[in-house]
């Protein structure tokens, strides 16, 4: 009764929060009815744990989930999922509240659950779903996570034989995962000529999770991410994956998979290990080739990290990203990279104050390849924020880029920062931030006259 009597009343909360403020409504439910009852999830009844399904991993987490929801709808089947990314034991919680009757009983047919690395162990206590999807296992939030391998070790004491993983071919750490699990699905993206290149000596290997030792990659699709295998045991990528991407076609958006061609929106080498993923998931899961095709090719992105502004004689490019781990400012990097225009280039990365202790280090962008941007046509490059912005300029300059086209600027303030970028003679300009500073950015530029793209 006690469990009814505590869904009643998160289900009403969950309506009133709605109304009032539909983003708050992602998590408040949740979060009262798990202080409530702590083993609040566990007591839902009619989730099946093989139509459960767990993503998890560093990078593109919230896009797979997307993904995988949005393939299963367009197939026809219900689907309860955290779309909004509340990604906790609450976000989950709230899931089930606003996904089941009265009773308690799950009113869907699918579950499928973005989850935080760090959570998932507590949260498969309560929820024993079946199948999990890794995207990869990277450095992120270093001030919480700490280093990856901790969080190789957290999610293999979720997983158990009569789990089916789906994990990255090419990245090291959660392919390890195999070794856990009662099945494993592996995905992979072929050497296409947008793959990732160094062209600096900070490239950093990483040890192998079965026995510490270096691995090396033969290449990389994304940083990290590539053909490998460990300089002492046996732990290599497959030479035959359940799932690989070839013949990417980047200006027609196709590329095949088994025989089969696909056509999509975005081609980054960061979505086609998303793509490839939910291939594998929507394959085990009995979906055809053309459910599949159809969900791919309609798939959009409802949250674009790349504006476009115009000022009068400046093209903007304004890339934005949590900026929590190397791997997502290399995407913007390599977009920056591939545009032979001359350019300006400006790079803001802030104090994180999500959450206790707050934290600033420049390492993500070190471990990055700027080199790559400094062999383009660079008009300047700007380095800002009131916390690393001389890191940021020693890097730059460690690149390649000519000390006297480096300015630092101790500001988080976006006035400055685009005043010194306009008065270049580039024509295109791109800025690099974090998501939080997007609005103070946007109405920077639009209170100058600009005009943004739809």
Partial sequence: MRFLLTLWLCKLAAVVVNRVNRHHGTIYSGRLATRLMPDFVARFRGIDPDK??????????STTTNMVCRTLLSAGKTVACNVEGANMMSGVATVLVKNSTWGGRFNREFLVLEVDERSL????????????????????????????DLIFRKLAS?????????????????????????????FSVAENRRRFVWHDPY?????????????????CNLTGIGPFSCTHCDHASRQEPAVRLTDMDYEAGTFRCGGRQFTVDYTDPFYLYNFALVIAVGRDLGLTEDQLDTALRSFRNPVSHDQVFHLPGKEIRYLQGKQENPEALQSQLDIIARDPRRKAVAVGMYKVTDFQPHYAGSFYFFDCDFAAVARGDVAAC?????????????????????????????????????????????????????????RQISDEILGRGGTRDA
């Fill in 52 to 61: 459960v399904v767990f993503i998890t991993g560093t990078n593109g987490k």
């Fill in 121 to 148: 162990p507590g949260i498969r206590k309560v929820l024993p779903g079946r199948r999990m999807a890794v995207t990869n296992l990277e450095k992120d939030q270093d001030q919480r996570n700490g280093d990856p």
């Fill in 158 to 186: 979720a997983v158990g034989e009569d789990m089916t993983l789906y994990l990255n071919n090419e990245e090291p750490r959660s392919s390890a995962l195999a070794d856990y699990a009662g099945q494993a699905v592996f």
């Fill in 382 to 438: 700007v380095a800002f924020s009131e916390t690393i912005c001389y890191d940021l300029a020693a890097r730059m300059i460690y690149a390649g880029v000519p000390e006297d086209k480096v300015t630092v600027l101790d500001t988080d303030e976006p006035g400055p920062v685009l005043e010194q970028l306009l008065q270049t003679d580039a024509p295109v300009i791109y800025i690099l931030t974090n998501t939080k500073h997007c």
């Fill in 203 to 219: 490239a950093v290997t990483l040890p192998c999770p079965r026995c510490s030792h270096p691995i090396r990659f033969e290449r």
